[in-house]
T-cell receptor
Framework: KAGVTQTPRYLIKTRGQQVTLSCSPI?????VSWYQQTPGQGLQFLFE???????NKGNFPGRFSGRQFSNSRSEMNVSTLELGDSALYLC???????????????FGPGTRLTVL | KQEVTQIPAALSVPEGENLVLNCSFT??????LQWFRQDPGKGLTSLLL?????REQTSGRLNASLDKSSGRSTLYIAASQPGDSATYLC????????FGTGTRLQVFP
């Protein structure tokens, strides 16, 4: 079974631009979560989608948004990029029918975003 | 604030040693706990998930335990190998993952 895939793997943008990242979960997984990883803050939760609905949201500004499609693929968008948005963005998928964290989270390879 | 701490922050050992990585959390409520490894510049690989009702899980040379009363989890790596070199992260698994600070492990031949 194919793992979680993320595209693109690398992105370079300038301040003020916007960016869209894509995540395809493991087949059959309906939950997709997004995380930001930086050297200073570590791994931080952005949001989670389940069956096309945002089920949980972390403490990030409104410039960060996401959505999920009917095939469970998910996109996240960052508008008006800032230098501090440079990070590795990871998505994770799980079955998560219960929503209570009872399922293993499987991560993709990440998208490395650099903002100049 | 929910916090997850990992000790030590870094560890360098010769091949063959048995290792213990520690993870502690401030909130002792009942949660699942998941251990991951991350190779430089890569995503996270799930190692073990311990359900809140379990005390430990084993996979090959890895054994993870969970003690909710003390708010601690340990990852035991038996007979370490150079291929085990990576950063190890624990995370409380609730409606989202709350990650620890990580332990950077280097196993040298």
């Amino acid at each position: 079974k194919a793992g979680v895939t993320q595209t693109p793997r690398y992105l370079i943008k300038t301040r003020g631009q916007q960016v869209t990242l894509s995540c395809s979960p493991i087949s059959g997984h309906r939950s997709v979560s997004w995380y930001q990883q930086t050297p200073g803050q570590g791994l931080q939760f952005l949001f989670e989608y389940f069956s096309e609905t945002q089920r949980n949201k972390g403490n990030f500004p409104g410039r960060f948004s996401g959505r999920q499609f009917s095939n469970s693929r998910s996109e996240m968008n960052v508008s008006t990029l800032e230098l501090g948005d440079s990070a590795l963005y990871l998505c994770a998928s799980s079955l998560a029918y219960s929503g209570g964290g009872a399922d293993t989270q499987y991560f993709g390879p990440g998208t490395r975003l650099t903002v100049l | 604030k929910q916090e997850v701490t990992q000790i030590p922050a870094a560890l360098s050992v010769p091949e063959g040693e048995n290792l213990v990585l520690n993870c502690s959390f401030t909130d002792s409520a009942i949660y699942n706990l998941q251990w991951f490894r991350q190779d430089p510049g890569k995503g996270l690989t799930s190692l073990l998930l311990i359900q809140s009702s379990q005390r430990e899980q084993t996979s090959g040379r890895l054994n993870a335990s969970l003690d909710k009363s003390s708010g601690r989890s340990t990852l035991y790596i038996a007979a370490s190998q150079p291929g085990d070199s990576a950063t190890y992260l624990c995370a409380r698994n609730t409606d989202k993952l709350i990650f620890g600070t990580g332990t950077r492990l280097q196993v040298f031949p």
